[in-house]
């Protein structure tokens, strides 16, 4: 919806300089700006907004929002740029949220799983067309999916994408809500229904400074959300967060959680465990993903759904039918035939390595384990040799790859790596598809083939530039081939 001077003022609460015509949208990025458009110059923790005004105004932006007056362009001055850039953002969309029910999942892991879990349970209470996702993997609107670009996008896409789900019939959205959307204002301007919290774990502190404050900030997605909200009761931020936010329930295997889990058991692919509920009784849930911490995932997703009003029968069977979560242990069909599990994780740190190489232990039994993975460029180089310790020790075979490199040499990154892992059953192949390509060639029947670090990601950054790389296809070509030439052989 156009604002005109008047609206514009009165949403960012400032002077506003005249407009020649209503302004028609409003973003952050100069590159994105269309004619009669608003341009906010954000103060970054790279560049200055304000340096590219001139590139907005050549695209045609009329008016110029910024926390400080730029010389020669007649500038909107506001006290914060990125609350000025969502209070625009959320006007311009007509306030979706609120048209909405939103529900919001924060924590530092299972955010993802909790979320796609949460959207199968209301697919099936209010049908595909009805519901939305916006994940760290995927946007899902209605039937409609497609890739995302991180977890909470600028507050532009979070209102842009809300309003689309709106527009297109949705009435319910999961909104994935990571720290630092909450931190950076991205996700201002929502209207929350309802709230969960998984856990807290040291992460992210470059940004918060300290674990209190990562907490804090958290937590500020409790203090918004009047509906219900449900909290990790075995987390001790999660336990926390439920004394200080009143109405919070919690759930987990601790003995005072409302939602209380137990007796929980893996039976082949599944695992199997009750759900103790104030006022549904006791659910048994089966569900198709496996590892104590989707437990807690499913328990924390189920325990919100019922708070919000859906019936246990429908729970339940939804959580049972849920489809696999993209990227997160999922297992590719297409290795069935060979009597072998193929695993694409997206764990990309040694913590996340140790958990979904303890799964796959699991799933092995007496049979091996082999992991194909390797350590990002151009951030934290510490977790490098932490990445080859962890495989070395928990998986049978380890090959070191190439994960996303960015600007750094593969083979460097890959040293790095190997310096921590245990020679003797660790080798090194640079080529991602070559390394994925040598595990299933190793693979036997019983054998678990663990895939890390990219999950559901479809690109691959390497000096030399971008590649397309989705590891589920990749693996599923390499078996296709596989497959190929051992009926060859056998003709
Ligand atoms: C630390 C962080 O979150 N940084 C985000 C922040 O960057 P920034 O403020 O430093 O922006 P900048 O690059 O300095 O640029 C300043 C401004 O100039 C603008 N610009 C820049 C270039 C240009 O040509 N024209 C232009 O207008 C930019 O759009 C920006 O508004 O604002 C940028 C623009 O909005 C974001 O792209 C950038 O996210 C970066 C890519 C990022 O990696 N963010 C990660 C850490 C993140 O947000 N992750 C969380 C998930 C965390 C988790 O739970 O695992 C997420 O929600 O995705
Ligand atoms: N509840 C949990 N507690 C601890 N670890 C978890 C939990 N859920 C998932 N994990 C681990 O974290 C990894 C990422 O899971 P998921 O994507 O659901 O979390 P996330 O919070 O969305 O993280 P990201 O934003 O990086 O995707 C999983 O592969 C698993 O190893």
């Known amino acids: 919806m156009p604002l005109d001077q008047t609206a514009v003022a009165r949403v960012l609460g400032v002077d506003v300089p005249p407009l020649p015509r209503p302004i028609v949208a409003v973003t952050h990025d100069s590159r994105a700006v269309v004619p009669d458009g608003a341009f906010v110059a954000i103060n970054g923790f790279t560049s200055r907004g304000s340096d590219f005004v001139p ?22 001055v506001v006290p914060s740029d990125r609350i000025a850039l969502a209070a625009l953002a959320t006007e311009f969309a007509g306030n979706p949220s609120h048209d909405l029910t939103v ?19 209301l697919t099936a209470a209010y049908g595909e067309s009805a519901t939305g996702l916006m994940t760290t993997a995927e946007i899902i609107v209605g039937s409609e999916h497609e890739t995302a670009i991180r977890t909470t996008g600028e507050a532009p896409q979070v209102q842009g994408n809300l309003a689309r789900m709106r527009d297109a019939g949705v009435t319910h959205v999961v909104l994935e809500t990571s720290s630092h959307g909450i931190h ?15 856990n807290l774990t040291r992460d992210h502190l470059d940004l918060h400074g300290t674990m209190e404050d990562y907490y804090l900030v958290k937590r500020r997605l409790f203090e918004w959300t009047a509906g219900p909200k449900l909290s990790n009761a075995d987390d001790v931020y999660g336990a926390r967060l439920a004394t200080e936010i009143e109405g919070t329930l919690t759930f987990g295997l601790a003995a005072e959680a409302d939602y209380r889990i137990s007796g929980e058991r893996t039976e082949g692919t599944r695992t199997v465990f009750e759900l103790h509920t104030p006022g549904h009784g006791d659910l048994t849930l089966s569900i198709p993903l496996l590892g104590d911490y989707n437990v807690h995932n499913v328990a924390g997703a189920a325990g919100l759904a019922l708070e919000m009003g859906m019936s246990p029968q429908l729970l339940t069977s939804a959580v049972s039918e849920m489809a696999q979560v993209p990227g997160r242990f999922e297992r590719v069909p297409a290795a069935q035939e060979f009597g072998f599990e193929v695993v694409v994780d997206y764990a990309h740190t040694d913590i996340g390595l140790r958990a979904v190489l303890d799964v796959a232990r699991d799933v092995a039994g007496d049979h091996r384990v082999i992991c194909v993975f390797g350590a990002c460029g151009a951030r934290d180089k510490d977790k490098r040799p932490k990445m080859g ?10 090959i070191i790859t190439t994960d996303d490199a960015y600007n750094e040499d593969p083979a460097a990154i890959a040293d790095e790596v190997y310096a921590g892992a245990d020679p003797r059953h660790t080798e090194v192949i640079i080529d991602r598809r070559a390394a994925i390509d040598a595990a299933l060639g190793q693979a036997r029947p019983g054998d678990v083939v663990v895939v890390a670090g990219k999950g559901h990601e479809t690109v691959q950054h390497l000096p030399t530039g971008d590649v397309p790389f989705h590891d589920t296809t990749v693996v599923t070509e390499l078996l296709t081939a596989l497959r190929a030439s051992s009926s060859a052989t056998t003709d």
């Open 103 to 121: 529900y919001g999942i924060t924590g530092t892991n299972g955010k993802t799983t909790s979320s796609y879990v949460l959207h199968a349970i």
């Open 55 to 76: 590139q907005a105004l050549a695209n045609g932006a009329t008016l110029i929002v910024a926390e400080a007056p730029i010389e020669g362009v007649p500038t909107a």
């Open 389 to 398: 310790a962890a495989a070395s020790e928990l998986a049978d075979e380890a």
């Open 184 to 198: 950076l204002h991205r996700v201002d301007g929502t209207r929350y229904a309802a709230a969960l919290f998984t």
